[in-house]
Structure formats: C-alpha cells, structure tokens
C-alpha cells in the first residue's frame, strides 16, 4: 500500500508543482484554516485540525469516500478562508467536490451534488466557508483564491467496504490443468480495496483450488487483486466457482439508492476440454476430408477425360463437314464445266446457280461449326466450374491442403 501511494504522490507531484503561489505585497490578506469533524473534540464534538496539515502532496488530508451517498461532517474538509470585508473567495478542485453545505433531511446533499469551482462572495463579513469531499483514493487539490493571494491543499480518499467483485478467468482450460483466476475487489465507487480476504467455492466438486481464500494485494502490479489457481477436472464439461468476501464486515451488506449495486457473488465458468477426444475428433474429420478429396480427385479426372474425348467428337464433326463441304464444292464445279461445254448460253444461268448453291453449302457449313465450337466451350466451362466448385469446398476444410483451381 506505502509503495502504491508513494507511486501516486510522486505522479500528482510533477503534474502540481508549482500550484503553491507566494502570496504578492497585495491589499487583499488571506488566512486560510482547513479541517476535519472529530467526534471526540473537548468540549464536544466538533471541526479540528487534521493530523496532516494537507499543505503538500505528501501531508494530504484522508477523509472517506461518501460511501452512503450522503456527504456530511466525517466526509468532508471544511476549509474557510477569512479575508477583507465584501471579497470573493473561489475554491477550485481537482479529483475532489465542492459543496456550500451538508447533507440534511430537508436538503439532501449526496455524491452527485457540488462542483469543482465556488465562489463565496463575503458581502459584509470576512470569512467564506467550503466543503470538500473525495470519491477517488487518487490525491486532489483544492486552490482557494483571493484576488491575487491562492493556498493550496491536498486532499485524498480511503476507499469504503468492498461493493463489487469482477472475476477474470479463461473461458475454457484443458481436463486437469491447473488456470489462473483474478478477483478485483472495488468499493461503490469503483476505488480498488485492498488487504480484503476473498473465499472462492466450487460447485459440485468441478475443480480443486489451490487455496479457498486469497488476499488483494497491496502493490502497484496487483493492488485490489486476489488471484486463485484452479485445478479443473479430468472429465466432465465445466468448472463452476464463485467468489465473496470472506468477512462479512468487509462488504456492504445492502444497497444504497443513487449508487452501483452490489455485486458480491460472480462467478468463473470454464469449460473443460477433453484434448484426446479433441484430437480423434480432427483425425476423423482430416481422414473424411483425404476421402472426399479422393473423390473429387477422380471426378476431376473424368470430367477432364469426358473433356477430352468431346473435343475428339467435334473436331471429328468438323472434320466430316469440310469433307462434305469439299465434295459440294467439287460436284458443283464438274456441274458448272458440263453446263458449260454443253451450252455456252446456258452457263452464265448455270455458274448463278452453283454460286448461289455454294453460298448455302458456306453458310450451313459456317453455323454448323459455329455451334460445335459454342458447344465445346459451354462443355469446357461446365467441367471446370465443376471442378474448382470441389476445389473450393476442400480448401475451406483444409487450409493446408489447398488445391490449386483451373482457370
């Protein structure tokens, strides 16, 4: 605990140094006197001077967060400042509050209420009265100025009972292996307890802790942290453990209206997994994946084989075609020559005819290759959609195991 706050006053230092102002030759004079309520004062109880003068980082003034959600006299610094007739006097704050007055039935002050800046304006008296209050254990100022005079103080909060338990742990482990497991412990104001006694129970007997109780640190690495260490089990499903506060004065014990509720039993779930059983599992699903890879491995031979022998019957058709083509072409000469040789007046009628002949011949021929070569291609498509679909599917199964698509 000394360490963390030694951390934390030595961080506040370097960002308010130099908060302390020396008072200026000024008409403005200012005394300022802060304190705290004590119960026990003589002659009844009362304001008095703090055991620390709270003038620097290091004589901070403690006083308790307002954990009941109303601010009065044991909460509070009272600071007031006497100063010339009819002056202002502003208190600002950092990480504290300020308020005018205290928490009473008619005029309920809580820890919403106040700001980090007032100002008092004397009227005709000479005096200004503040009340200061923390909800952080981090140290605040307060800078209470009069025209050009400023006083500084500290002030730092103790945090309350624990109000909320957050556990951190795996969400799953493997079948007797031993997990960590953190407790936070932090009062309603989320200020982390430490020193507290925190009990864990298992439930039904699915995990064997290192210990039941675990104690929140007190250093800068683990303050308000209690850590377990959970043996899970070496079959079953999960391992359930809940977590409270091991002394009952250590928590609040109910709700408070206006602030976080309590949360004083979480719990830390954990499946537990079966490694061998994993393990089957992943060779069976690998063996199925090399079996469906075979059969798609032999359809990809088919449809390249069925590829194949379809480009063979096309180019066979095309094949028969031009020969058809060729002997169309050939009668259609020798039928052009006899006309000719037979009667030279006839032949211009004739050599018409076979041009208009041949034309068709083309064109029959042209739309028959056409559709043979559409044909073809529509097949080759076909095939390696067919296959890269497989592909496909056995890449996402096998990561590491991919086969290359054909383009």
Known sequence: ?????????????????????????????????????????????GYDTPATAGTALTTAIVRPVPADNTVDNTDVVQIVATVVA?????????????????????????????????????????????????????????????????????????????????????????????QDITVSATDVFGNKVSGKSITATVFAATAVMDTATATTGATLSDFGVATFKATLPAAGTRSLITFSPTTAGDATTTDVVGLPARVLAPFAEIAVRDLV????????????????????????????ADAVAAKAASDAAIAAEKAASAKALADAKTASDAALAAEKAASAKALADAKTAHDAV????????AKLTADNAAALKAIKASFNSLAKKWNAKNPKAKVTLVK
């Open 1 to 45: 605990m000394n360490s963390f706050k030694k951390i934390a006053l030595a961080m506040v230092a370097a960002m308010t140094l130099g908060t302390m102002v020396a008072t200026p030759a000024s008409a403005n004079t200012m005394s300022v006197v802060a304190s705290t309520w004590n119960a026990a004062k003589t002659g009844g109880a």
């Open 277 to 304: 059983s994993e393990l089957a599992a992943e060779k069976a699903a690998k063996d199925a994946a090399l079996a469906a890879k075979a059969v798609a491995d032999a359809a990809v031979v088919k449809a390249a």
């Open 86 to 178: 009819g002056t202002s006097v502003t208190a600002t704050s950092t990480n504290a509050t300020i308020v005018s007055a205290l928490h009473s039935t008619a005029a309920p002050v809580g820890a919403t209420s106040g700001s980090s800046s007032l100002t008092v304006a004397t009227g005709t008296g000479t005096t200004a009265t503040f009340y200061v209050y923390t909800k952080t254990t981090a140290i605040g100022t307060i800078v209470v100025t009069n025209g050009p005079v400023t006083l500084t103080y500290y002030v730092q909060g103790t945090a309350g009972l624990i109000n909320n338990l957050t556990v951190s742990a795996p969400a799953t482990g493997a079948a007797g292996t031993r």
């Open 362 to 369: 083309v064109l029959a021929k042209d739309a028959a290759i």
